[in-house]
C-alpha cells in the first residue's frame, strides 16, 4: 500500500540523486538498457539460427539514429568511421575466406560503429574475437567441434558481448589489452 509507494518513491529519489544526475546521465542509462535488449536479441537469434536476418538488425539501426541526438558526445565523423573501421575489414576477410564471417555480423558491426563510434566499436569487436576465441577453444575441449573442419559456430553472442563490455568498460577493456597506451 501506501508504504510500498513510499519506499518506492524513496528509492527512485535516491537512484536520481546517485547515478542520474544529468539530463545526459539519464539518456545514457536508457540507450544502455535499450542496447542491451537489441544486443540480447541479435545473440539470441543467432545461436537458434545461426543467422542474423536483416528485421533483427533493424532495432540497432534505429538505435544508432538516435545515439545522435542522445550522445552528441561523438563527433559525426567518429560515427562515419565506425561505420567502416570494423565492417569493412571483416568483408574483406569473408571475401578471402568464404563464410568467415556471417553477413549480419558484419551489418551489426557496421550499425554498431555509428552507435558507439569507432574507438568503442573497434575495441568492442576486439574484445568480441577475444570471447569468440575462447567460445571456439571450449568447444574444442568438449568436443563439440573438432579441429581442422569447417565447424559454424554463431559469432553475434561473443561479439554482442564484446560491444556492450566495451560500451560500459571501455577505459578497462584498454588496460587490460593495451596496458593503457591507447
Known sequence: GAVDNCAVLLFDRKFQRIFLQ???EKMRFCMDLCLAVVLIQIAWTDIRT???PDRVLVPPMILAGLSVFT???IPFTARLIGIFCTAL???LAN????????GGDIRLLAAAGFCLGWKTCLIGTITGLFLGGLQSVVLLALGKVR????A????APALCMGLFAARLFEDQIVSLFFWGTW
Do not use: K, N, Q, S
Not at 579441429?147 to 569447417?150: A, D, K, L, T
Open 22 to 24: 544529468t539530463m545526459e
Open 50 to 52: 545461426m543467422m542474423i
Open 71 to 73: 550522445e552528441p558526445e
Open 89 to 91: 575489414p571483416m568483408y
Open 95 to 102: 571475401l578471402f575466406v568464404d563464410g568467415a564471417f556471417g
Open 147 to 150: 579441429f581442422g573442419e569447417r
Open 152 to 155: 559454424r559456430i554463431p559469432f
